[in-house]
């Protein structure tokens, strides 16, 4: 049996001629910038995500850019987070000019160990941004007491967790802001770039609205120096089609994971455990092994492709070595990647793949 990493043209199939009619509304009044589908976007978004305000934009970086702006992060301060995520949350600190600090992870659940964050702050800290990891939710309650003693402001990277809860409330709309990614991968995908802005703060709605269009408040008239972050008017109605099916692939992708827990119990491998108040939507699903690399190799020869989230923790990649961390300052996140591999997980997949996937990697680790 193949199990493909991921089967973007199966989900394409199955809405082909709704999506074809979606583009063809956008084409027919040359609505290619903003418009009116990604207006209505922006409305439904707001609504599925329990928030006030939902700003489109065109990449899930542009919105952690446009989040940290809005909550006045600038050159010299400090945004506390993790180094185990991918590269864009610690690139959009460093676009503000603020510079990331790190903290580790707690490795049960591969998000921001919230114990860590307190001793990190420094008076130059602004803000603490958590990333909800492969669909998680972080611990949000004990974050926002902190940032309330320190009067800090939280931004959530939520471009990983599209509809996943904490305490029943969707994320996006638990710190200041919250940002997404529609990568085309992501579960909520667009078929091209595409991010949105979340928020309950009207001010920092408005300031990201004339920011994501060269800072514009009035045709030709500019506010301030902005960016060219606009949501393009395909991708807006290619999204319209897909947030109604977006509860039901995120079902689809619990009951895989499911799937993969069972299969997989006693295996000697570790699985990313969720607290009683996070609810996940199983963006990816990791596991951690040991020889991860040769595990990988095993699997592929037995048609089961795999990806890793992420081979190198953030304070070792080359742009961000010179904040002086060394090898050895995290050691779950350094342990995590070396160890992390993410097995197949999309809506399409049929049990029988992610059995015969589960099953496969079972006899590849052994018992524990
Ligand atoms: C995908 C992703 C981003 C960036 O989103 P883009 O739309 O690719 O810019 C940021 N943070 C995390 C955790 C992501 O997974």
Not at 19 to 29: H, M, P, Q, T, Y
Not at 201 to 214: M, P, Q, V, W
Not at 314 to 320: A, D, E, L, N
Not at 337 to 343: A, G, K, L, T, Y
């Amino acid at each position: 049996m193949i199990v493909p990493y991921a089967d973007l043209k199966a989900q394409y199939a199955g809405l082909r001629e709704e999506i074809l009619a979606a583009l063809d509304r956008v084409g027919s009044k040359a609505a290619f910038i903003l418009g009116e589908e990604v207006q209505e976007f922006e409305r439904e978004f707001a609504a599925f995500c329990g928030v006030k305000h939902c700003v489109a934009v065109n990449s899930g970086t542009s919105a952690l850019h446009l989040a940290l702006l809005g909550v006045g992060v600038r050159a010299g301060d400090e945004v506390i987070t993790t180094p185990n995520t991918f590269i864009a949350t610690a690139e959009a600190i460093s676009y503000t000019g603020a510079r990331p600090v790190f903290v580790d992870i707690d490795p049960r659940t591969a998000n921001i160990e919230v114990k860590q964050i307190a001793a990190a702050v420094t008076p130059r800290t602004r803000a603490i941004l958590p990333v909800h990891l492969y669909g998680l939710a972080a611990e949000m309650d004990p974050i926002m007491e902190i940032a309330a003693e320190h009067k800090l402001a939280v931004i959530e990277d939520a471009c990983q967790a599209h509809g996943a809860r904490y305490h029943g409330k969707r994320v996006g709309g638990i710190g200041n802001a919250g940002a997404f990614s529609f990568y085309p991968a992501k579960n909520l995908g667009a078929y091209g770039e595409g991010g949105a802005l979340t928020t309950n703060d009207d001010a920092l709605a408005a300031e990201a609205r004339i920011l994501r269009s060269h800072g514009e408040s009035r045709r030709y008239y500019h506010d301030a120096v902005g960016y060219n972050y606009r949501m393009d008017g395909f991708q807006g109605a290619v999204l319209r089609v897909k947030l109604p099916r977006l509860e039901q692939w995120n079902a689809r992708r619990k009951s895989l994971a499911e799937i993969y827990r069972r299969t997989l119990e006693g295996a000697r491998v570790e699985l990313q455990q969720g607290g009683a108040s996070c609810e996940r939507v199983d963006h990816l699903f990791v596991v951690y092994v040991d020889r991860r690399d040769t595990v990988r190799a095993s699997l592929e020869e037995r048609g089961v492709q795999t990806g890793v989230h992420y081979p190198l923790p953030i304070h070792q990649q080359k742009p961000f070595r010179a904040l002086g961390y060394q090898p050895g300052d995290f050691p779950h996140v350094e342990r995590a990647c070396e160890r992390v591999m993410s097995m197949p997980l999309y809506p399409e997949m049929s049990d029988e793949q992610a059995h015969y996937a589960a099953q496969t990697l079972r006899e590849i680790v052994g018992e524990k």
